[in-house]
T-cell receptor, first 114, second 114 residues
Framework: AQSVTQLDSQVPVFEEAPVELRCNYS??????LFWYVQYPNQGLQLLLK??????LVKSINGFEAEFNKSQTSFHLRKPSVHISDTAEYFC????????????FGQGTTLQVKP | KAGVTQTPRYLIKTRGQQVTLSCSPI?????VSWYQQTPGQGLQFLFE???????NKGNFPGRFSGRQFSNSRSEMNVSTLELGDSALYLC?????????????FGPGTRLTVT
């Protein structure tokens, strides 16, 4: 069975500071990994994904995540956050045995303070 | 391209009633997945439809059902509503029923059961 653990439910950080949101997964099969962001009263938007190849993946708005197979982690980082990054972030995993199904972590609320 | 649309956006129902939620996927997308989001349980997969066939199902009681039409639009139905069914129901579409393809989410339907 697959599962995802997001280690922090809330991460407060000051504007322009770096941030890391942690995600660990467990799976007995090859996985695909995703980070989604949810703003209040909205659906989820894909931030970035890891399918294969380079273990470091980047989004257009400055976020990056690194796939670490040995540590079964897919942590999300940003070197300098903005107030507009305040949202809930979800790590998700899918696998070859589960079409159409994303397994999500519990989410991490990123609170960026001025 | 228009995004995933869900109707209605908000719904209030009474315990024991039934409800039908609708989802229109992105044009050209043939896979539709449904998720339930609650503060306590987080995001949980309900089911996935591809080419009018249910391909995958989560761990929900039989009161939760769905279907997909030939134009890929999908509906989900919940019968005999319970207070615990209050949640945000999210629909996501994808080009194919393949775990490596990203899912695009709609804004959700907020269901309140009183």
């Amino acid at each position: 069975a697959q599962s995802v653990t997001q280690l922090d439910s809330q991460v407060p950080v000051f504007e322009e500071a770096p941030v890391e949101l942690r995600c660990n997964y467990s799976s007995s099969v090859s996985v695909y990994l995703f980070w989604y962001v949810q703003y209040p009263n909205q659906g989820l938007q894909l931030l970035l994904k890891y399918l294969s190849g380079s273990t470091l993946v980047k989004s257009i708005n400055g976020f990056e995540a690194e796939f670490n197979k040995s540590q079964t982690s897919f942590h999300l980082r940003k070197p300098s956050v903005h107030i507009s990054d305040t949202a809930e972030y979800f790590c998700a995993v899918s696998g070859s045995s589960n079409t159409g199904k994303l397994i999500f972590g519990q989410g991490t609320t990123l609170q960026v303070k001025p | 391209k228009a995004g995933v649309t869900q109707t209605p956006r908000y719904l209030i129902k009474t315990r024991g009633q039934q409800v039908t939620l609708s989802c229109s996927p992105i044009s050209g997308h043939r896979s539709v997945s449904w998720y339930q989001q609650t503060p306590g349980q987080g995001l949980q997969f309900l089911f996935e439809y591809f080419s009018e066939t249910q391909r995958n199902k989560g761990n929900f009681p039989g009161r939760f059902s769905g279907r997909q039409f030939s134009n890929s639009r999908s509906e989900m139905n919940v019968s005999t509503l319970e207070l615990g069914d209050s949640a945000l129901y999210l629909c996501a579409s994808s080009q194919y029923s393949d775990p490596s393809y990203e899912q695009y989410f709609g804004p959700g339907t907020r269901l309140t059961v009183t």
